[in-house]
């Protein structure tokens, strides 16, 4: 038999024993899938992570591969190894049958060669068809398309106690409703015209979906009402990809607080599809998964006007695809420790004109537009400032003008306030400040000096014109 028939018989026997394996590989993993799902809450994995005891336990006790898929494993293990020996031994069929095997240790030694790489190929791909970490990421939860969403029960009452409803609800006429309790499913609004929710004290936690999804394109209000602490929670992976979902105008008011929390697989905390968000009050917090606010597809204006904010995004904090104005308020926006994403980030540019805003983040940095009417300075910084840390931008007097707490690793700095005059300022780490703590920054305190933070030589910056921009 020539060299040639040898190699294609070779590549023949491996091509056999690797699609028997790829076959059972597929069969066994979707199996294991299906039944790893039916036994725990996905969701809930994807969001705390998947105890490697649980993933072990669950290979050893709680899944079994069926013994045909079992067999497949076997015979193109036992395939591939012999090959795969055979090549190695003949010197890749240099040598003939009887060179290759000319002595019995030679047989041995092959035959216990082939023994070993048969056991590492067959335990190898039974244990990767049931590993549950890379089920987690490549399956994660289906994702629930737009259509699939149940409207579930039409509401028209105007006062709302959500513990009354175990189904999706959804509003169809125009008007205000007041919504308090409990829910674990989605609030829909499907009106011909403007809705405004007042929301005292609920608790939504769709995981699935979005919790508040806005289907028409007219206007949305969430109104938060005095002294009501609300929570927006949601789960799995939807096209409705946001806690808070508006196809229309979205404004956000109010004198209570809401907190969001966007636990999609790669959802927002709150986004419209290319329409406007308006942010005139509240003491709003917002994490996600991905951006904090979103105004995506062709772009919406995201105005923020008053209310306190409070934004820790795994993407931006706050990303327009059009453009962002900020016109109040106090905004504390962080985007992602791992580079890639800031704490504001837009495509035509960002003005300010009055309030209070901390952006962090690691690489990137968008400076204002040079039309704002109130001062700024942005600092891209020589060595990262670590979570925890208190910052501090004090005058040339040593007041304190704005002092927070880093809740992530940070690289990039915009400070805005309406304290910030032409002049002298330094920027600081640690010290200690006696004010008030609210939403981590510090307010009506005395502070005390802590250690300068220099970018270059310098360890002084001085602001002369609207945007100042130090690196």
Known sequence: ?????????????????????????????????????SKFNLTKDYEDGIDSDRKDNFRKNEFVIDKYYVALFVLGGICIAIVTAYLIFSNFNKKSFKETFKNGDKVTIFVLTT?????????????????????????????????DVDKGQVISKRNI??????????????????????????????????????????????????????????????????????????????????????????????????????????GEGIATESKDITINGGDITIEAKDDGINAGGDGGQISINGGNLFIKASG?????NKNLIINGGTIYTIGSAGGGDSGIDTNVGFVINGGTLISLGMDMLELPLKSSLQNSISFTLTDKIEKETLVTLVDEKGKAIISFISQEDFKTLILSSSNLKYGTYQLLTGGKNTGKLDN????????????????????????????????
């Open 115 to 147: 023994i070993i790489l048969s056991c590492t190929i067959v335990y190898g791909s039974m244990f990767l068809s049931t590993d549950m970490e890379d089920i987690k990421l490549l399956e994660k939860v289906k994702k629930t398309k737009k259509e």
């Open 161 to 266: 106690n959500l513990n009354d409803y175990d189904t999706n609800i959804t509003i169809v006429e125009s008007g205000t409703y007041t919504l308090k309790g409990k829910f674990e499913h989605s609030i829909l609004i499907d009106s011909s015209e403007e809705v405004i929710l007042n929301l005292n004290n609920v608790d939504i936690y769709n995981d699935s979906s979005a919790s508040i999804i806005n289907l028409s394109t007219n206007k949305l209000v969430l109104n938060l009402l005095k002294n009501s602490e609300n929570v927006v929670k949601d789960g799995g992976s939807s096209e409705y990809d946001a806690c808070i979902y508006s196809n229309g105008n979205l404004e956000i008011r109010g004198e209570g607080s809401i907190f969001v929390y966007g636990l999609q697989d790669e």
């Open 1 to 37: 038999m020539t060299r040639k028939v040898k190699n294609l018989i070779a590549v023949i026997v491996l091509l056999f024993g690797l699609g028997l394996i790829s076959y059972a590989y597929e069969e066994v993993h979707e199996e294991a899938r299906i039944e790893f799902d």
């Open 316 to 320: 931006d904090g706050i990303d327009s």
């Open 440 to 471: 981590y920054i510090y307010t009506n305190g005395k502070y005390t000096k802590g250690s300068e933070v220099l970018i270059g030589s310098k360890n002084s910056f001085e602001i002369k014109n609207k945007i100042t921009n130090i690196k």
